[in-house]
């Protein structure tokens, strides 16, 4: 029923949607992920997210989305809040980074990321450009839905673009499984 649900919701986000165009193609697998820092939400408080300091802990499973509380991007952040025990056991961080409704990330982190995992704002969608991961929405430049899974020397072992956020939790849990499998803790 939920899956039913979401999937209802979904199609119906796209079929109602405005005009989307990406931008550019996403980084590809192998290439070096950039490094950034961001403001961030933590469980509704604001915190600073580093990939570089994130990056020595496991891998980081970074994922892009447009904007806070709309449809799609609620349905992504409940799945992988759902998720992100799982992606502990396997040593991957999760981060939520947007270019949309950049103030209201805290709120955010705590209802729909269930305080579950850091989403950082990212104004101008820079971060998201860096990873050529942006698009326009109404003319404004927006973070595009995308997922990336950055082993710990900064090599992207997953990137997947994909305006339904049904497949982005299952293709990077398999990622973080096989970068873990070939590097036991």
Known sequence: MKNTLKTLAV??????????????????????????????????????????????KGPVVLYFFPAAFSAGCTLEAHDFAEATDEF????????????GNTDQI???????CRDKFTVAADPGAKVAAEYKSTMEMKGQKLSDRTSYVIAPDGKILLSYTDKNPDAHIQKAMDAVKKYRQANPA
Do not use: N, R, W
């Open 106 to 112: 805290a709120k955010f982190s705590k209802l729909e």
């Open 11 to 56: 199609a119906t986000l796209l079929a109602l949607s405005v005009p989307v165009t990406s931008a550019f193609a996403a980084l590809q697998v192998g290439e070096k992920a950039p490094d950034f820092k961001l403001d961030a939400a933590l469980a509704g408080k604001a915190t600073t997210f580093s990939l570089k300091q994130a990056l020595q």
């Open 88 to 99: 502990s056991k396997q040593g991957a961080t999760v981060i939520g980074v947007t270019a």
